[in-house]
């Protein structure tokens, strides 16, 4: 059985950085294709797509809005898929969210609709 927990969230100053993390267990990074991807949602909202990174691949993709900002990594001896976000605005509160799918590739915009699997979520507030 595939999970995901996130970890990572928090409150944070304009201009702060948080790295937020991704577990996955039920299947292995080195061994099988999942394109794992990072998610934000604010109330009222559509879940938004920010960015995507394939185990295997290892071809990160980016929403244009984090784009030099935010870096997806992943640390395959343990599992996990990192978001290190730089430069944080007040428009980046939310709830943080990574979702999975096998044999996903990271090529262009990654739509909620396309993942299979979901974390609980980490919120993230940015004060300004």
């Known amino acids: 059985e595939v999970q995901l927990v996130e970890s990572g969230g928090g409150l944070v100053e304009t201009g702060g950085s948080l790295r937020l993390a991704c577990k996955a267990s039920g299947f292995t990074f080195d061994d099988d294709s999942y394109g794992i991807g990072w998610f934000r949602q604010v109330p009222g909202k559509e879940r938004e797509g920010l960015s995507c990174?394939?185990?295997?691949?290892?071809?990160?993709s980016y929403v244009d809005s984090v784009k030099g900002r935010f870096i997806v990594s992943s640390d395959n001896a343990k599992n996990t898929v990192f978001l290190q976000m730089n430069d944080l605005k007040p428009e980046d509160t939310g709830v943080y969210y990574c979702?999975?799918?096998?044999?996903?590739?990271?090529?262009?915009?990654?739509?909620?609709?396309?993942?299979?699997?979901w974390g609980k979520g980490t919120p993230v507030t940015v004060s300004s």
């Open positions: 979702g999975a799918r096998a044999f996903l590739s990271c090529h262009g915009y990654i739509h909620p609709r396309g993942m299979d699997y």
């Open positions: 990174l394939n185990t295997i691949e290892q071809f990160p």
